[in-house]
């Protein structure tokens, strides 16, 4: 059997008036991501470990923040997408581990649901998607609370 390993990583800014979506959830949170798409840095990292494992490049080779047609564009449609690619090329993922970094909000109570979005949007069952999360002990952009990132591992195998 062969197999492929990615690994993906996001990050973005915290700002207003902007929600808050992890994972393709959306999250109680005075402050959103703030990017191009809805800036899910969940899903983000997920599809560029997915990418990379093949050596197919990263999202924004898919869906450049250039292009208008991706404005706001929520992120688990993007990761569809990806996952038909992958599926084109003949592979499946086998499991992905990932974890969210944030000071704020606690995302515990939220990671069931996450799991369960992304699990169902890729036909996995729900034992190969794991999402964790932690902080960064109050250090750098994300622990001042200024931005929050996410890294991913995808292991793929040839179907």
Partial sequence: MKMRVG??????????????????????????????SDAD??????????????????????FPPSDPKWANADSIKLLE??????RDQGWQIANIDSVIIAEQPKLKPHLKAMRDRVSQTLDLDLDQVSIKATTNE??????????????????????
């Fill in 7 to 36: 690994n993906g990583y996001d990050l973005h800014r915290l700002g207003e008036n902007r929600p808050l979506i992890l994972g393709g959830v959306k999250i109680s949170h005075h402050l959103g991501l703030v990017g191009h």
């Fill in 41 to 62: 840095v969940l899903t983000h990292a997920i599809m560029d470990a997915m990418l990379g494992a093949l050596s197919l490049g990263d999202i924004g080779h898919y």
């Fill in 81 to 86: 997408e990806v996952k038909a690619l992958i």
């Fill in 138 to 159: 109050k250090m750098d952009a994300v622990g001042r609370e200024e931005a929050i990132s996410s890294y991913a591992v995808v292991l793929l195998t040839q179907t």
